[in-house]
């Protein structure tokens, strides 16, 4: 088992649930990543747990990655956090943490935030 795969979902999950609840659309995505990652059966079953209760990233390591991964998984919880248009507070903070985790410098990282926003103003738009 790869833990840096699982990782990455558990971390995912995290943000997903990071605003109280776990929503269809959430868990949709979270199986596609869960597939797109390949996940074998035993990831695939630990993950469905963290889609029916909010996993800890207390035991999450991302030393592995180097520092466009750190940046591109930031990216990725940014786009998780304004999946719905909108970023609420506990997303907020799950932001700080996984920037935190990530290594992602505050100019990086205010670069990928105002790209979400945007992206987000103009699919709100259609």
Do not use: C
Not at 15 to 27: F, I, Q, T, V, Y
Not at 65 to 80: D, S
Request: no cysteine; proline share 3%.
């Amino acid at each position: 088992m790869s833990q840096a795969r699982l990782d990455v979902v558990r971390a995912m999950a995290a943000m997903a649930w990071s605003d109280g609840r776990m929503d269809k659309k959430e868990m949709e995505k979270l199986r596609v990543l869960g597939k797109r990652m390949g996940l074998d059966m035993s990831e695939r079953s630990k993950m469905e747990g963290f889609l029916r209760s909010r996993p800890s990233l207390d035991q999450v390591d991302f030393s592995g990655l180097n520092e466009k991964e750190q940046h591109a998984f930031y990216m990725l919880a940014v786009h998780y956090a304004y999946m719905d248009k909108r970023v609420k507070p506990g997303e907020l903070k799950m932001l700080d943490t996984l920037a935190e985790l990530l290594n992602v410098p505050p100019e990086v990282r205010a670069t990928i935030d105002e790209k979400a926003k945007a992206q987000a103003a103009s699919q709100a738009k259609k």
